[in-house]
């Protein structure tokens, strides 16, 4: 009897430890490709968190990554990430082109481009995706340009990095 307790007490605490618990993360790679004169840049968020956001904007509901969803979900995506990220390239901000993205299992990736960048001196990177909705949200930012890496993790706090070459 004792043995089964403890048992269940043993099986029981991870999968509530597990299922209180969540992570709140998403991930841009932003590379500069000198030859190109673009940074090419990848950013990557879970599908329910985006959605979540999404439909608590537009009162609406979307279906991401599904048969249902909208024709016009890339002008939700991009009208999003235009009012929450933001580069800036030597003191100044940068327009990004929206390339398309892609559904990767429970991940939407989306690809961007800023063209017609000679050289880079500085990159200021602000991420304030998801912030509002999830309170552990953290934004990850992983930058090579110049031969540099470099890894930044935003939070509500800090949601801006700076690399200066």
């Not at 029981?12 to 590379?31: D, G, M, Q, R, V």
């Not at 929450?84 to 030597?90: A, C, D, W």
């Amino acid at each position: 009897m004792k043995f089964s307790k403890y048992f269940i007490l043993l099986l029981t605490i991870p999968l509530l430890a597990f299922s209180l618990h969540k992570y709140y993360i998403s991930l841009c790679e932003i590379e500069y490709v000198e030859e190109q004169q673009s940074v090419q840049i990848t950013l990557g968020m879970f599908i329910n968190d985006i959605e979540f956001t999404l439909n608590k904007d537009s009162n609406t509901k979307l279906n991401i990554a599904t048969k249902e969803e909208t024709d016009s979900i890339d002008n939700y995506f991009k009208n999003y990430l235009n009012q929450h990220f933001k580069i800036n390239i030597n003191n100044k901000l940068q327009t990004f082109n929206y390339i398309g993205k892609k559904y990767d299992d429970d991940i939407v990736r989306f690809y961007l481009e800023i063209t017609n960048i000679k050289d880079i001196k500085s990159i200021e990177v602000s991420n304030t995706s998801l912030f509002r909705d999830f309170d552990n949200q953290q934004n990850l930012i992983k930058i090579h340009a110049n031969n540099i890496h470099k890894t930044f993790y935003l939070t509500r706090k800090n949601d801006k990095g700076l690399l200066k070459f």
